[in-house]
Every structure is written in structure tokens, then in C-alpha cells.
């Protein structure tokens, strides 16, 4: 069983930057993909960024694309996701997630909140 625990949302303006982290409790070499997604306030859930775990191989959804940067940090089993240039369309809860492919996660954290003030 992996447990992932997301941190690094709060309130921002927009154009400012955040960065999340969502730590796991166990290597999750074998469940290979990484990836955030999040959902806005009557939405529903969508892709934002994926990876594998030991890097390499990232794909970002249109919306956030040369502004949001996923990383990973296997000493640590912890993944990140840089956002800059926030916007209100941003606002959202953010959910890390692993498993064998990105439709097809297994494991998800419980989210954290991005609030982006015009």
C-alpha cells in the first residue's frame, strides 16, 4: 500500500509561483508513472503533468504547458510540481498520483488546495 501526502498550496495572486511536493510512503519504482492532477470548483478531475519516477519522460496538459514543471526526487520518493505565472484559472485541488500508466493510476493523495486571487 502507497500512501501519498500532498503539501504547498495556499493563497497566491495571480502571477506568482507555488511549488507543491507530495511525498510517498514507499518506493513506488513498480507503479513507474507519477502525475499531478487537479480539479476546479465544480469540474471535473483533469490531467496536468506526468512522469515517470525516475525521471525523463514528462508530458504536461495544453493549459499549463512552459509554465508548470514536474520533477522527482527518488532519494527522497517525494515528486514536485513547479507552477509559475498562476493564474485564477489555476484554482483548483491539486492530487498526486502513481501507477502503471496515467489513466490508470492507483494510488492517490488526499489534495491540496491553490487558491489564485486576481
Known amino acids: 500500500q502507497v500512501q501519498l501526502a500532498e503539501s504547498g498550496g495556499g493563497l497566491v495572486q495571480a502571477g506568482d509561483s507555488l511549488r507543491l511536493s507530495c511525498a510517498a510512503s514507499?518506493?513506488?519504482?513498480?507503479?513507474?508513472?507519477v502525475a499531478w492532477f487537479r480539479q476546479a470548483p465544480g469540474k471535473e478531475r483533469e490531467f496536468v503533468a506526468a512522469?515517470?519516477?525516475?525521471?525523463?519522460?514528462?508530458s504536461y496538459a495544453d493549459s499549463v504547458k512552459g509554465r508548470f514543471t514536474i520533477s522527482t526526487d527518488v532519494a527522497k520518493n517525494t515528486v514536485y510540481l513547479q507552477m509559475n505565472s498562476l493564474t485564477p484559472e489555476d484554482t483548483a485541488v491539486y492530487y498526486c498520483?502513481?501507477?502503471?500508466?496515467?489513466?490508470?493510476?492507483?494510488?492517490w493523495g488526499k489534495g491540496t488546495l491553490v487558491t489564485v486571487s486576481s
Open positions: 498520483a502513481v501507477g502503471p500508466v496515467v489513466a490508470r493510476m492507483h494510488y
Open positions: 514507499a518506493r513506488t519504482f513498480a507503479l513507474y508513472v
Open positions: 512522469d515517470k519516477w525516475r525521471g525523463g519522460s514528462t
